[in-house]
Nanobody, 121 residues
């Protein structure tokens, strides 16, 4: 059974920093991509940042220059360092992974349960 376990998040003041981590476990043969999406109240879920197996990164324009995504292939883990946070960053952040599992012929997408990030003074 595949699990994506998220950690980090919480309450931070405007201009502050937070770090999120997500570790994948289960019958994983390879990781096509891992990344983070977020969903603010009343809004659709949107891509924040994603990193592919070849190292290519997709970063939302709204967080470029402030957020950094990195991956530890030895631990099947992805991290998101978030700096210069503002109120627009307040949302539930979800880990997403596209994984090739043992016995599968193609990748399958998985989601974590989400972690709340609140930016407020």
């Amino acid at each position: 059974q595949v699990q994506l376990v998220e950690s980090g998040g919480g309450l931070v003041q405007p201009g502050g920093s937070l770090s999120l981590s997500c570790t994948a476990s289960g019958p994983i043969l390879s990781i096509y991509s891992m990344g983070w999406y977020r969903q603010a109240p009343g809004k659709q879920r949107e891509l924040v940042a994603k990193i592919h197996s070849d190292g290519v990164r997709n970063i939302a324009d709204s967080v470029k220059g402030r957020f950094t995504i990195s991956r530890d292939n030895t631990k099947d883990m992805v991290s998101l360092q978030m700096n210069s946070l503002n109120s627009y960053d307040t949302a539930v952040y979800f880990c997403n992974a596209n994984l090739l599992l043992r016995g599968s012929v193609g990748p399958t997408g998985f989601w974590g349960r989400g972690t709340q990030v609140t930016v407020s003074s």
